[in-house]
């Protein structure tokens, strides 16, 4: 199956600073996530980036789908974007489970 | 828009009965629906795929027959854990995806616990 890998697994930060996380994978994907789990457990949706950039406020994420790896970017971070941050690879259509990594645990302190 | 429910969000059951936990999309109809399972400080695990009107298809390790999932519509699947044991206690998240949405979208997930 499909192996996705997740750096680094443990990230600690002073509010205010920047920081980018990473996920590699193994095979060519078509679906590409990156979700935030928040201390009760609720993943929230990021990004659908199977491939280019996007942003979203503070919040940015680039995939090189013909490298197999995607970079979520974080900047002037804040308390609330503790907790961990999962990417999760797969396909589109019939065969469309995802793979996750192990995540990216995040804390930032004030 | 692509909301996601899970009823109950926690439950506590004593050792040998049966749970019934229920996902519902709540503005879209939801074509599949997944069910992971997440223990502490780990990552999701993918437990079973559900279409609507169809069989689940379980991964492998998956017990079929204590993890019942039903995908009688296409806003709601139900994963009855039967003759719940401690070791089924963990976290349980439902997904769906359908047509109109793109990607997965997660329910809030429901905390078991068994006695």
């Known amino acids: 199956g499909i192996q996705v890998e997740q750096s680094p697994p443990d990230l600690i930060l002073q509010e205010g600073a920047n920081s980018t996380l990473r996920c590699n994978f193994s095979?060519?994907?078509?679906?590409l996530q990156w979700f935030h789990q928040n201390p009760w457990g609720q993943l929230i949706n990021l990004f659908y980036?199977?491939?280019g950039t996007k942003q979203n406020g503070r919040l940015s994420a680039t995939t090189v789908a013909t490298e197999r790896y995607s970079l979520l970017y974080i900047s002037s971070s804040q308390t609330t974007d503790s907790g961990v941050y999962f990417c999760?690879?797969?396909?589109?259509?019939?065969?469309?489970?995802?793979?996750f990594g192990k995540g990216i645990t995040l804390s930032v302190r004030p | 828009g692509a909301v996601v429910s899970q009823h109950p969000s926690w439950v506590i059951c004593k050792s040998g009965t049966s749970v019934k936990i229920e996902c519902r999309s709540l503005?879209?109809?939801?074509?599949?629906m997944f069910w992971y399972r997440q223990f502490p400080k780990q990552s999701l695990m993918l437990m079973a795929t559900?279409?609507?009107?169809?069989?689940?298809?379980?991964e492998q390790g998956v017990e079929k027959d204590k993890f019942l999932i039903n995908h009688a519509s296409l806003t709601l699947s139900t994963l009855t854990v039967t003759s719940a044991h401690p070791e089924d206690s963990s976290f349980y998240i439902c997904?769906?995806?359908?047509?109109?949405?793109?990607?997965?979208?997660f329910g809030p997930g429901t905390r078991l616990t068994v006695l």
């Open positions: 997904s769906a995806t359908g047509l109109a949405t793109i990607g997965q979208f």
């Open positions: 095979d060519s994907v078509n679906n």
């Open positions: 980036i199977p491939s």
């Open positions: 999760a690879v797969g396909f589109t259509g019939a065969n469309s489970k995802l793979t």
């Open positions: 503005d879209f109809q939801a074509t599949t």
């Open positions: 559900s279409n609507e009107g169809s069989k689940a298809t379980y």
